[in-house]
DNA sequence: GCGAGGTAATTACCT
DNA sequence: ACAGGTAATTACCTCGCG
């Protein structure tokens, strides 16, 4: 009988008078069934590396006599530190009370050079140790049965879990969760501002609302209604931020236990920030918006537009939160309806691709969101090294080090015509195969055998066996290139839309890889290893450049760390990419053919236009989300027609008309709000800036703000700083504004940026504005 | 005291 | 808390000048 995981927790129980370790295993079998299966078989370890001088029998004499009473075993085991086979004592612990306590006496015991394993949670211990992954299937050895007191399923005793074969995921039972909290004048707060309402839906079902006259009555109907419906699967918007911590301490307020757990226990704050409901699958849609980076604003609203599944008006929270006390609450809470609507739909375009980001890097579904790039790479490799017998490292922060990057060519200025953009596919994973970098494969000065060389730096890398990184980025790449080669095959459908999901997961972790290697917190961070893949990528790029232009005689307008821009010319760029992948060993693609490209003097901004007509704007400020909306609006349009057209006195008026329209008052609010972000706490800040002096204002009356939070602001008229004229866009009076601002330091300096290099100049947007404007354009 | 010119602080982008 | 490379604005400092 195979089950699927849902969650899963450590408990360190009194069973029959024995403490002991229990892996609580949340499962739905496959006829649906829910059922815990319990392990107790888990004992905690660590594995002792002795110095080289201890003796290792009278080490692990040693060591028995000073833990006496916490052990369970201690033997010498064979495993590997970076390749090498080495000999350690893995120490048992009885129980993780007798592992505490166990490290503790350890910490000034002699002759111990290293401590491994003891810093990896029990439940990741468990399973890497018996190849688990979480969001699978497994079978297992049921060998009892048992109770655990407030938890309404089957609870079978396991032994030997092991994965079975892969395929979909059970149909979960799923709950989306809105809640909403309001206050007259700022940030609302959880002592004195109750509930107002919650936007609940559940499986495919109308979304309702849970109302009442006071917040105990909201709270306690949530409480009851997780308790009837079950769910599986709690999907919620800034729940790790705000909404389960603000629930927790309204329901001690009210006096009630927030019980929203499998077991009837309390939402749990885990770690980095996530909050964990035992039993089930806690999904915060802010955390995927976290990584979406086209995404300036991270709210619900923006994520919708985003995947285009919102239509009407947005409405602000600040403005739903004036309408809550302007007695508009219907209008409030229908919004909210189509809120958790939007949520639903928004979570079912991620739910595949996090069922195989967990599994890949093997933490579960919400904890595999919440955690960053780097640790997602992390499990991924402590899995990995696991199973090549491994040591894993602790983390441990290196002190930084400053090495050489990627190389970004210095691109030729002005308008282009036919451009070719060749880029190296998964160029630092495909160095890391080729070159075999690992920290296992570094060798020392003094070593001698066939060796890979990195240029510049001189690092060498031994030829064979295969290193850590090596082994464990093949994995991901060959893995990916199946998925790729299955997708093509299948028509369109949920098939392909699962299997692009996987390809996501996969190309996720395996980009990260790279800079992994270069993170002073990684657990086998090398300066040299990280420094020799960007010497091998600047060698590359640069060879490839070299090639275009030497041989071929293509000129090479721009690149920047994997990717060339070049002229297009039919088949040359055909036998250019042969020559490349002949010489080079790695392959290069041609991405996209511009009809017309248009470079700055500046690296890493450009705008090109498609042989597709697609408008692709990078760098820019149209594609930043600290520029207000009316000047990203005139680059757009500035740079649309001049691609479009050619003609640069069309783009000159256009540039021309939109300036008008803005002198004489056509924009609104929103259209001249400048956003910024909070990124450190308001006191750490040493220069006064426009958004953090308004913050500073706001947090005197009432409002709380959080590392990462955006503010909005716009530029008053006045004398003096910015800063000192900057209003909280939703206290700005229109008729206060300083057109002037605007129009010198955001519209003209956005239009010049793109129409300098074309040759115009400042005083030829001065002039008024005469025909073939804007609305002959579009 | 004033303006020119440089620089630190800050943010957000690219690959 | 994945990496380094880069552009750009604003506040603020230094310096020369009167």
Request: charged fraction near 30%.
């Amino acid at each position: 009988m195979p089950y699927w995981i849902i969650d899963i927790n450590h408990e360190v129980v009194i069973r029959e008078n024995v403490k002991r370790d229990e892996m609580w295993l949340w499962t739905i079998d496959d006829k649906g069934e829910r059922l815990v299966l319990v392990d107790g078989s888990f004992k905690p370890f660590v594995h002792i590396e002795p110095s080289s001088d201890a003796q290792l029998e009278n080490f692990v004499e040693g060591l028995k006599r000073e833990l006496v009473g916490l052990l369970d075993d201690v033997r010498i085991v064979e495993k590997r530190k970076l390749g090498r086979p080495v000999k350690v004592v893995e120490v048992v612990f009885k129980d993780s009370d007798a592992k505490e306590k166990g490290l503790e006496r350890l910490s000034d015991f002699r002759g111990v050079s290293n401590v491994y394993n003891s810093d990896i949670r029990p439940s990741l211990l468990y399973f890497i140790t018996r190849d688990l992954k979480p969001s699978t299937w497994i079978d297992a050895k049921i060998i009892g049965s048992l109770k655990i007191s407030n938890v309404p399923y089957e609870v079978r005793e396991i032994r030997d879990p092991r994965v079975v074969e892969v395929r979909d995921p059970p149909s979960l039972r799923e709950m989306y969760v809105l809640a909403f909290a309001f206050r007259k004048i700022g940030t609302p707060n959880p002592d004195e501002d109750p509930i107002a309402f919650i936007a609940v839906a559940v499986d495919n079902n109308e979304p309702f609302i849970i109302d009442g006259d006071n917040d105990k009555e909201i709270i306690d109907q949530l409480i009851k209604l997780v308790a009837k419906i079950d769910p599986d699967l709690v999907v919620g918007w800034e729940t790790n931020r705000w909404v389960f911590d603000y629930l927790g301490r309204r329901a001690k307020v009210n006096k009630i236990r927030l019980a929203l757990g499998r077991n009837g226990d309390e939402p749990r704050a885990g770690v980095y920030g996530h909050v964990s409901l035992v039993g089930r699958i806690h999904i915060d849609l802010r955390d995927i918006a976290e990584g979406i980076a086209e995404l300036k604003m991270k709210t619900l609203e923006e994520m919708a537009i985003h995947h285009g599944i919102w239509s009407g008006e947005s409405i602000d929270l600040i403005d739903l939160n004036d309408m809550w006390f302007a007695n508009e609450r219907e209008s409030v809470k229908k919004y909210a309806l189509k809120l958790v609507d939007v949520l639903r739909r928004l979570w079912k375009l991620y739910f595949d691709y996090t069922v195989h980001l967990s599994s890949l890097v093997g933490y579960p579904m919400d904890y595999v969101l919440k955690a960053s790039p780097g640790h997602r790479v992390d499990g991924y490799i402590v899995y990995h090294s696991m199973k090549l017998n491994e040591l894993i490292p602790r983390k441990i922060e290196s002190p930084y080090e400053k090495y050489k990057g990627a190389i970004v060519f210095t691109p030729h200025p002005g308008l282009h015509s036919n451009v070719a953009v060749l880029d190296f596919a998964s160029m630092y994973p495909h160095i890391i195969a080729k070159y075999n970098v690992s920290p296992d494969t570094l060798m020392r000065s003094d070593e001698e055998s066939e060796a890979y060389v990195a240029p510049e730096v001189k690092h060498r890398f031994r030829v064979s066996p295969d290193g850590l990184y090596k082994s464990a980025i093949l994995k991901l790449l060959e893995a990916r290139k199946q998925i790729k080669k299955r997708i093509k095959e299948l028509p369109e459908g949920p098939e392909r839309t699962a299997l692009e999901a996987q390809e996501r997961a996969i190309k996720v972790v395996a980009n990260a890889m790279y800079g992994y290697m270069g993170w002073v917190s990684s657990r086998w961070y090398m300066k040299e290893v990280a420094e020799a893949i960007t010497a091998w990528g600047r060698n590359t790029i640069i060879t490839a450049a070299e090639l275009a232009s030497k041989r071929f005689g293509l000129k090479v307008i721009y690149g920047d760390t994997d990717s060339l821009f070049v002229e297009y010319r039919g088949e040359v760029i055909n036998k250019l990419i042969e020559a490349i992948e002949d010489e080079l060993g790695m392959e290069i693609k041609l991405e996209t053919v511009y009809k017309r490209i248009l470079f700055t003097e500046a690296k890493k901004r450009y705008a090109g236009l498609t042989i597709n007509n697609e408008l692709d704007l990078t760098g820019f400020e149209a594609v930043r989300g600290d520029w207000c909306d009316y000047a990203k609006r005139v680059q757009e349009r500035v740079l649309s027609v001049l691609l479009n057209t050619g003609d640069v006195n069309y783009a000159i008026n256009v540039a021309k008309e939109m300036l008008e329209l803005f002198k004489s008052g056509n924009f609104t609010i929103k259209d001249v709000t400048i956003w910024k972000s909070l990124d450190k706490p308001l006191a750490e800040y040493k220069a006064r800036a426009p958004h953090v002096s308004i913050a500073l204002q706001l947090s005197k009356k009432g409002w709380r703000f959080k590392v990462g939070d955006k503010i909005g602001y716009v530029v008053m008229k006045g004398q003096g700083p910015i800063y000192e004229r900057a209003v909280f866009y939703a206290d700005a009076d229109k008729s206060m504004i300083d057109i002037d601002y605007y129009i010198t330091n955001q519209i003209i300096p956005v239009i010049l940026r793109v129409l300098e290099p074309v040759g115009v100049t400042e005083d030829q947007l001065m002039v008024k504005s005469t025909k073939g404007g804007l609305d002959q354009f579009f």
